[in-house]
């Protein structure tokens, strides 16, 4: 059964960091790309960052140069570091993954995680 779990979020000032974790279970995590989203108050939920399996990231335009997205693959983790977060980084941040099997494709979300950048 696969499940994914976010922590690491809460309350941070303008310019603060936090590093959220999102642990993988229930397939083979190094084989599979995991994306971060993330989804403020009356928006849509946006892609943040993605690391391939093959170990390639990428950023959307918002968060380049401040967010970095790594992985684990022997403890079926991976992260997100946010550094000089702005109030408009405030989201519930979710992990995310797509998995394909001869079933065909599905995709998973964790519970996700609130951050917010308020002094």
């Known amino acids: 059964q696969v499940q994914l779990v976010e922590s690491g979020g809460g309350l941070v000032q303008p310019g603060g960091s936090l590093r959220l974790s999102c642990a993988a279970s229930g397939f083979t995590f190094s084989g599979y790309a995991m994306y971060w989203y993330r989804q403020a108050p009356g928006k849509e939920r946006e892609l943040v960052a993605i690391?391939?399996?093959?170990?390639?990231?990428n950023y959307a335009d918002s968060v380049k140069g401040r967010f970095t997205i790594s992985r684990d693959n022997a403890k079926n983790t991976v992260y997100l570091q946010m550094n000089s977060l702005k109030p408009d980084d405030t989201a519930v941040y979710f992990c995310?993954?797509?998995?394909?099997?001869?079933?065909?494709?599905?995709?998973?979300w964790g519970q996700g995680t609130q951050v917010t950048v308020s002094s």
């Open positions: 690391s391939s399996a093959g170990g390639s990231r």
């Open positions: 995310y993954t797509s998995l394909t099997t001869r079933a065909g494709t599905k995709g998973y």
